[in-house]
T-cell receptor
Framework: KQEVTQIPAALSVPEGENLVLNCSFT??????LQWFRQDPGKGLTSLLL?????REQTSGRLNASLDKSSGRSTLYIAASQPGDSATYLC???????????FGQGTRLTINP | DAGVIQSPRHEVTEMGQEVTLRCKPI?????LFWYRQTMMRGLELLIY????????DSGMPEDRFSAKMPNASFSTLKIQPSEPRDSAVYFC??????????????FGEGSRLTVL
């Protein structure tokens, strides 16, 4: 059974820093992996999706990498801003499966 | 596109009452998912549909919960009778699934349910 873990559960950094959020999964036979952002009281917003054949995806200041063999993905945020404060969730879709398995999320706070 | 649309955004009801949550998926998407989110349990998948057909309802907590998708543009999640432990945020999400599609999931803003 696929399990997704995100450590740490919470992270607080000063504005302007580059930072990395971690996601690990137990079964490497995945179809793709999706990173989401959730603001308080809001729904989940899709940030990046990486197919199993890809190593990374970039969108603006965000870069997500995937290392299937080690069961890890990272979300890199460059030049962090207070507006980046939110909970970030990663979710894995297994090969042959449609539903996502979610991690518990990392709550990120960027201090001005 | 307007995205996934859910209603109501907030619902406060009394124990024993029937609750109906509604969802309009993104036009052209063929898969629809219902999730529940609480602080204690995180995000839980309740049920999902492909082409309006329920595929996996193993996450539906009990018989008090039911979901329907009468057509490609509308789905409901019903709780009858509601209980205080059903208080949560209920999310609907949709995706395009099939050959050469990634299945990228898009969420609505959620329906916050409080059962007194």
């Amino acid at each position: 059974k696929q399990e997704v873990t995100q450590i740490p559960a919470a992270l607080s950094v000063p504005e302007g820093e580059n930072l990395v959020l971690n996601c690990s999964f137990t079964d490497s036979a995945i179809y793709n992996l999706q990173w989401f952002r959730q603001d308080p009281g809001k729904g989940l917003t899709s940030l990046l999706l990486i197919q199993s054949s890809q190593r990374e995806q970039t969108s603006g200041r965000l870069n997500a990498s995937l290392d299937k063999s080690s069961g890890r993905s990272t979300l890199y945020i460059a030049a962090s801003q207070p507006g980046d404060s939110a909970t970030y969730l990663c979710a894995v879709r297994d090969q042959g499966a449609q539903k996502l398995v979610f991690g518990q999320g990392t709550r990120l706070t960027i201090n001005p | 596109d307007a995205g996934v649309i859910q209603s109501p955004r907030h619902e406060v009801t009394e124990m024993g009452q029937e609750v109906t949550l509604r969802c309009k998926p993104i036009s052209g998407h063929n898969s629809l998912f219902w999730y529940r989110q609480t602080m204690m349990r995180g995000l839980e998948l309740l049920i999902y549909f492909n082409n309006n057909v329920p595929i996996d309802d193993s996450g539906m907590p009990e018989d008090r919960f039911s979901a329907k998708m009468p057509n490609a543009s509308f789905s409901t999640l019903k709780i009858q009778p509601s209980e205080p432990r059903d208080s949560a945020v209920y999310f609907c999400a949709s995706s395009l699934w099939g050959h050469a599609n990634t299945g990228e999931l898009f969420f609505g803003e959620g329906s916050r349910l409080t059962v007194l």
